[in-house]
């Protein structure tokens, strides 16, 4: 299947800092990309849709000015977590759709685990 | 509001039975419907995909899909201590959406 990567794969920053976390797909053009944050024991929920040369389309309840998209190439959307504070912690997912075959598929990356202190 | 609804189990099976997961969709324009599987602390991993009333088979999983009836589910044959985890049902419609259902939590017991 295809290729999606995360950078990095885990961080832990401080209250009030701000954190960009990198989703890449390697061997595919995608020209939409999706956010997801997962809590514990809990399932995906989606942030936001990521459309390549477009802003974002963000989920109800999610701060646009606070998680800011950037998806400035085909193959790379960024997540920025702005002002993180402790309850931003969590498991931080991009996926990728690949519509190069008969049909759209959606490959997730790794994750990346965001601790804030 | 679109919905793909799952039991959120957990569900146990011992080591080499069947395991059956079930997934029901509100939407009757999905076209397309797939089958992810995610190990604890890991991401989503896609493991199957149908797009046509029936039955697709790849090792020991099966998928079924029913249009008529919005619903679709994923068999696993032999099941292993290793096949356990969450498994996400997701439906993409016309509007090229996907909608992941909450999980299913499979654990096989040895």
């Known amino acids: 299947g295809a290729v999606v990567s995360q950078h990095p794969s885990w961080v832990i920053c401080k209250s009030g800092t701000s954190v960009k976390i990198e989703c890449r797909s390697l061997?595919?053009?995608?020209?939409?990309m999706f956010w997801y944050r997962q809590f514990p024991k809990q399932s995906l929920m989606l942030m936001a849709t990521?459309?390549?040369?477009?802003?974002?389309?963000?989920e109800q309840g999610v701060e646009k000015d606070k998680f800011l998209i950037n998806h400035a190439s085909l193959t790379l959307s960024t997540l920025t977590v702005t002002s993180a504070h402790p309850e931003d912690s969590s498991f931080y997912i991009c996926s990728a759709r690949d519509c190069s075959g008969r049909a759209c598929e959606q490959y997730f990356g790794p994750g990346t685990r965001l601790t804030v202190t | 509001q679109k919905e793909v609804e799952q039991n959120s189990g957990p569900l146990s099976v011992p080591e080499g039975a069947i395991a059956s997961l079930n997934c029901t969709y509100s939407?009757?324009?999905?076209?397309?419907f797939f089958w992810y599987r995610q190990y604890s602390g890991k991401s989503p991993e896609l493991i199957m995909s149908?797009?046509?009333?029936g039955d697709k088979e790849d090792g020991r999983f099966t998928a079924q899909l029913n249009k008529a009836s919005q619903y679709v589910s994923l068999l696993i044959r032999d099941s292993q201590p290793s096949d356990s985890a969450t498994y996400h049902c997701a439906v993409r419609g016309d509007g090229q959406n996907f909608v992941f259902g909450p999980g299913t939590r499979l654990s096989v017991l040895p």
């Open positions: 939407d009757r324009g999905s076209q397309s």
């Open positions: 061997d595919f053009q995608a020209t939409t």
């Open positions: 149908i797009y046509s009333n």
């Open positions: 990521s459309n390549e040369g477009s802003k974002a389309t963000y």
